[in-house]
T-cell receptor, first 114, second 116 residues
Framework: EAGVTQSPRYAVLQEGQAVSFWCDPISGHDTLYWYQQPRDQGPQLLVYFRDEAVIDNSQLPSDRFSAVRPKGTNSTLKIQSAKQGDTATYLC????????????FGAGTRLSVL | AQKVTQTQTSISVMEKTTVTMDCVYETRDSSYFLFWYKQTASGEIVFLIRQDSYKKENATEGHYSLNFQKPKSSIGLIITATQIEDSAVYFCAMRENTEGADRLTFGKGTQLIIQP
């Protein structure tokens, strides 16, 4: 069974540039999460979906961040006008029927904003 | 709001010994779920073991086991017969389900170093 796939693995930007991260969850997993992990911190939830619906996006930092999952499968997280404070690893995870069940993580995208 | 606290930032032990990592949590939920994950040097996060709060028996999985002390809101991870490849950062996490939000909240992690 294929795991959670993310791309790209790395991204380096100048402040003000935009970037998109892509995630393909495990087949059959209805719940998809985006986490931000700053250096030397634990993952922090940004947004999560059940199927195509956004269930909770209250932790998205600002209107510079957006996330979609239009067909309830793959998902894209986008940062408009990146700032140095956005430097972190962005992790996608999926599960079946919510976080009472195990989340499986992708390898992450390591973002550096210069 | 939920909180997960790991006070040990780094632990170093000799290979083949037993190590315990601490985690305490705060929640208002009567039923909750606790997890331990491992993050390797490559950044990969791997699920290790879980404890459902309504279960009295401590969970075990291979050379991982949990010390669940519900009255103390504590969920320690025990690794027996440690190996070099156990060197990693270990995260404790707790599922929160309040006001319709279903979140897994992580502690800050404990770095484990296994010395040969």
């Amino acid at each position: 069974e294929a795991g959670v796939t993310q791309s790209p693995r790395y991204a380096v930007l100048q402040e003000g540039q935009a970037v998109s991260f892509w995630c393909d969850p495990i087949s059959g997993h209805d719940t998809l999460y985006w986490y931000q992990q700053p250096r030397d911190q634990g993952p922090q939830l940004l947004v999560y979906f059940r199927d195509e619906a956004v269930i909770d996006n209250s932790q998205l930092p600002s209107d510079r961040f957006s996330a979609v999952r239009p067909k309830g499968t793959n998902s894209t997280l986008k940062i408009q006008s990146a700032k140095q404070g956005d430097t972190a690893t962005y992790l996608c995870a999926s599960s079946f029927m919510g976080s009472q069940n195990t989340l499986y993580f992708g390898a992450g995208t390591r973002l550096s904003v210069l | 709001a939920q909180k997960v606290t790991q006070t040990q930032t780094s632990i170093s032990v000799m290979e083949k010994t037993t190590v315990t990592m601490d985690c305490v949590y705060e929640t208002r939920d009567s039923s909750y779920f606790l997890f331990w994950y491992k993050q390797t040097a490559s950044g990969e996060i791997v699920f290790l073991i879980r404890q459902d709060s309504y279960k009295k028996e401590n969970a075990t999985e291979g050379h991982y086991s949990l010390n669940f002390q519900k009255p103390k809101s504590s969920i320690g991870l025990i690794i027996t017969a440690t190996q070099i490849e156990d060197s990693a950062v270990y995260f404790c996490a707790m599922r929160e389900n309040t006001e319709g939000a279903d979140r897994l909240t992580f502690g800050k992690g404990t770095q484990l170093i296994i010395q040969p």
